[in-house]
């Protein structure tokens, strides 16, 4: 059974490691699964239950676990402690400051999540000071969602770019691939452009990516990773009857 148990893992782990493509679209779900010694099935959706479960499950999974939450339950293994000792133990894994009553809003765990585009969330000052301190500041539109208005008045719209990396950041994702994503989508959006016109769609979107991988942005990035920790931990706490 636990052979089977860590078959499913190590494919559900290549699975979501395999490509990018989740990191800007809706997530998969990835639920780590095990019965306890006293017969109660648990389920994991947090990378710290997930974790704990595995070692708990004595599987060896060559690859870690990827923090995002839970592609429906599958498989499943004995995990040598009790409900009550897994509790116990999820509960100490608490993130720092979370409150379990009220966690963050965070995408897949929070159905009313909404992204920020790109003007609110805390970057925008960041994106229109690195705008008007660059060459392009003459071609802002005066919207930071649609920063770059063409020759010809039509502005070029980087909302949904900035949409889909909110998503990327608020689900914990990689920001190196978050940050290429949300280049590439931005460079996409340039293509209607042409001449002196896409030079500076694609100048502007050159300030945006600079913004997001900036020093600047870290703690954004690394709030983002807690607030999702801390919405995992809740929701795992939740589900197994251990709040």
Not at 170 to 194: K, P, V, W, Y
Not at 219 to 238: G, I, T
Request: hydrophobic fraction near 35%.
């Amino acid at each position: 059974m636990k052979r089977n148990f860590a078959s499913a893992l190590a494919a559900m782990v290549l699975c979501v490691a395999a490509g990018s493509a989740w990191a800007t679209t809706t997530l998969p779900k990835v639920t780590v699964v095990g019965t306890t010694i006293d017969g109660v099935r648990l389920g994991c959706a947090g990378y710290a239950c997930g974790s704990y479960m595995l070692s708990v499950g004595g599987i060896d999974v060559n690859a870690p676990l990827t923090p995002v939450a839970g592609m429906g339950e599958g498989g499943g293994g004995a995990l040598e402690v009790t409900k009550r000792q897994f509790c116990n133990q999820l509960a100490s894994q608490k993130p720092k400051g979370c409150d379990p009553a009220s966690p963050p809003s965070v995408p897949v765990y929070d159905p009313m999540w909404e992204p920020n585009g790109c003007g609110t969330g805390g970057m925008e000052e960041l994106f229109y000071k690195m705008l008007m301190d660059s060459l392009y500041g003459d071609h802002f539109s005066g919207s930071l969602d649609a920063p770059m208005k063409t020759s010809n008045g039509q502005n070029i719209s980087f909302l949904g770019a900035c949409n889909h990396h909110d998503q990327c950041w608020a689900s914990a994702g990689g920001r190196a691939q978050c940050d290429r994503d949300f280049m590439d989508e931005m460079l996409a959006a340039c293509d209607i452009t042409m001449g002196s016109d896409q030079a500076t769609c694609e100048g502007i979107a050159s300030i945006y990516r600079g913004a997001v991988g900036s020093d600047a942005a870290t703690d954004h990035y690394n709030e983002s990773v807690d607030k999702h920790a801390c919405a995992a931990w809740a929701y795992d706490m939740r589900r197994n009857g251990c709040a």
